[in-house]
């Protein structure tokens, strides 16, 4: 499933290549597209010449289309694509100034960098003040970080904001794609027979454009009929790449090591009890959760799971190991990492400290001190827990 690891697979100078070849091709379609003429970049907040709009669009629904039909047949994990961080305020003010150096400069960060590329030497000098201006944010960062990190949302989706599903959204963002290039054909239609005395048509009359947005329409249905696949459908697709953890016990830790765990500081554990609600108040550990198999398809209950930073370790307590590997497959398809089953779940946990005792005194329970790791052999369990942090694959372009 993808996406590859292109450096594991090819070697460090394989994807290296790759990426350049990438890059190279980006670059050169944009040149052929005028990103690399200020004139034609700045003629767009004029209505003059959308093809910068045009192309835009273009861009997008191209990749939305791949990425949403590829992940609803089971080709894409879209959890594993980086999603940049959402700062909604920050982003808003930002915009609006990024856009008037647009239309003052004619160019935006990434166009500057394709215009130096073609020896411009106005791109050269906006790439050196776009720099220059990063920089300046950079270090004048911290007299309004209250502000910067005031509407911060990590992995935050259009239709997270809209409440849809990613079908309905994918669906909507195609329809109003349609929508604004027919706006920006009639815009230039306009400004080009504009004191000609020649009268607007606002037909379609070119058949590849009919084609092409009918093509676009039965392709953004499949996606919102198909659906984006749950988690069972999910663990369908990517069994391969994970079942051998399962069948090695790879995941399952001792209550030794979850104890050892649960007291190193630099490590942020997340205990998620899965027993019955009577049990879980008859007896938990210390700043568990009670949760359900159900709460386990809920964005809300995952989505902070899945966003937990590298020190961040999830561990599963189920009655039976059936309930905690069917948890642990709900969950690591949804790309929680650093994921782990307590064996036996607390079947042994009161009969393994009940009679211990540090420095002559009792403790409690639900929250053994880690002095309680040197009343056991050291070989009393493998330690099994290895921190690792996610591996997404995408870029930026600015």
């Keep these: 499933m993808l996406p590859l690891d292109i450096s594991s697979e090819l070697g460090k100078a394989g994807g290296y290549l790759v990426f350049f070849l990438i890059g190279t091709g980006f670059g050169v379609a944009l040149e052929l597209a005028g990103f690399g003429d200020s004139r034609r970049l700045a003629a767009q907040f004029y209505f003059k010449d959308m093809t910068v709009l045009k192309t835009m669009f273009t861009g997008i629904i191209v990749a939305c289309l791949l990425i949403f039909l ?35 400069g004619g160019y935006c960060p990434g166009t500057s960098l394709v215009a130096t590329a073609s020896f411009k030497l106005d791109g050269l000098l906006f790439l050196i003040g776009a720099v220059l201006g990063a920089g300046l944010f950079g270090e004048s960062l911290p007299k309004f970080e209250d502000f910067w990190y005031s509407s911060f949302t990590d992995r935050y989706l259009v239709s997270d904001w809209l409440g849809w599903s990613i079908g309905a959204t994918v669906f909507a963002v195609i329809l109003f794609a349609l929508i604004m290039f027919y706006g920006a054909e009639k815009v230039e239609e306009y400004f080009r027979i504009k004191g000609t ?25 499949l996606v919102w009929i198909i659906g984006q696949p749950d988690p069972v459908r999910k663990w369908k697709y990517m069994e391969s790449r994970y079942a051998v953890q399962l069948t090695t016990k790879a995941v399952f830790i001792h209550p030794l090591e979850y104890v050892k765990t649960n007291n190193e500081a630099t490590i942020k554990l997340i205990t998620l009890d899965l027993r019955p609600g009577k ?30 930073p590298p020190q961040g370790v999830v561990v599963l307590i189920a009655e039976n190991d059936s309930v905690s590997i069917k948890a642990w497959k709900y969950l690591k398809v949804q790309g929680v990492v650093n994921l782990y089953i307590l064996e036996n779940g607390l079947q042994n946990w009161k009969s393994l400290f009940a009679d211990k005792t540090v420095a002559g005194k009792t403790f409690n329970l639900a929250s053994p001190p880690s002095e309680v790791l040197k009343l056991f052999p050291k070989d009393s369990f493998i330690q099994k827990i290895k921190i690792g942090s996610k591996k997404r694959a995408g870029g930026l372009c600015s």
């Design 197 to 221: 005395g020649k009268a607007m048509s606002w037909k379609i009359t070119r058949r590849s454009y009919l084609f092409g947005a009918g093509t676009l329409v039965v392709l953004a249905g």
């Design 70 to 104: 590829s992940s609803a047949v089971g080709f894409l994990d879209f959890t594993q694509l980086a999603v940049n961080q959402t700062f909604l305020w920050p982003g808003i003010i930002g915009g609006l100034i990024m856009g008037v150096g647009f239309i003052v």
């Design 279 to 308: 049990d879980f108040e008859a007896f938990h550990l210390s700043g568990s959760q009670n949760v359900t198999l159900d709460d386990l398809f809920k964005t809300s209950v995952v989505a902070p799971l899945a966003q937990l």
